[in-house]
């Protein structure tokens, strides 16, 4: 298995819907888990940055994401999650993407969360989640949707490079 290339904001896979997983064990499904795990850790070591990565931004269009987020201590895959709960407060974000790496795009997400899905033994799991987390989960299920965060902007001036956000609106 290997780094995979992330497709770049206008390629239309990343606006298709994603299949379930139907064996979470297989040998293939297995292999996909080590590839976003190795391209979310390169993308990191280039950039400094990244928490989470989504099986369609390698083009491959199943319903796995992969989360390494510190200091939470959630590492791993999400195979086939399913946002069952969203609160109704909400936040705004700057929100980023590796298929964007140089937009930042102003969205509304649920301040907490409770998604269900399997991990990577085939076991049902829930995870609650509030601020970062719910953020970063909500962004990753997105794209198994089909959805990016430019679509979930809060305004037409909701879009900012990221070299002027790092000058003038950095919180």
Partial sequence: M????????GNPLLFKESSPVEDVQSTEIQGIVRDLSETLAAF????????????PQIGILKRLIFIRMQPIGLAGP???PRIVWASESRFELWDDC????DLMVRVSR?????????DDR????TIDAEGDLSELLQHEIDHLD?????QRAISPQAFATRAEWELRLRL
């Fill in 78 to 80: 999400l195979i086939n």
């Fill in 122 to 125: 085939g076991l049902k799991q």
């Fill in 2 to 9: 290997a780094t995979r290339d992330i497709l770049q904001l």
């Fill in 44 to 55: 990191r070591d280039t950039t400094g940055y990244g928490r989470g990565i989504a099986a």
């Fill in 98 to 101: 590796f298929s964007f790496p």
């Fill in 146 to 150: 089909g959805i990016l965060a430019v």
């Fill in 110 to 118: 649920a301040t907490q969360i409770r998604v269900d899905y399997h």
